[in-house]
Nanobody
Framework: EEQTAESGGGPVQAGGSHRVSCTANGFNFDASDMGWYRQAQGKECELVSSISGDGRRTWYANSVKGRFTVSLDNTKRTVDLQMNDLKPEDTAVYYC???????????????WGQGKLVTVSS
């Protein structure tokens, strides 16, 4: 299975910026897009952004379009999500994984414990 090492997370003031990163060990950049997901309390998991293996195609959810930027370094096997103009509704646990496999079940996400909680407050 894909192995990821996450970094980032923490409290952020509304309107501020933050970056979450992961090293996607074992990810096949030729086979599928890499995605950033977020799981907010009381809400369904959401695919926030994805990027193709060559880095040339990107996709953003409407809720974050214009504020978030995804980037990929193929050599380092890293995928970063730069989050700007953060809003309280962005509060969630963020994680990256192969986009083709979809969201992690909540129980699995919690057991894994390596997603990064970003808490946005006024």
């Amino acid at each position: 299975e894909e192995q990821t090492a996450e970094s980032g997370g923490g409290p952020v003031q509304a309107g501020g910026s933050h970056r979450v990163s992961c090293t996607a060990n074992g990810f096949n950049f030729d086979a599928s897009d890499m995605g950033w997901y977020r799981q907010a309390q009381g809400k369904e998991c959401e695919l926030v952004s994805s990027i193709s293996g060559d880095g040339r195609r990107t996709w953003y959810a409407n809720s974050v379009k214009g504020r978030f930027t995804v980037s990929l370094d193929n050599t380092k096997r890293t995928v970063d999500l730069q989050m700007n103009d953060l809003k309280p509704e962005d509060t969630a646990v963020y994680y990256c994984k192969d986009e083709s496999s979809g969201c992690l079940p909540l129980s699995e996400l919690e057991a894994w414990g390596q997603g990064k909680l970003v808490t946005v407050s006024s």
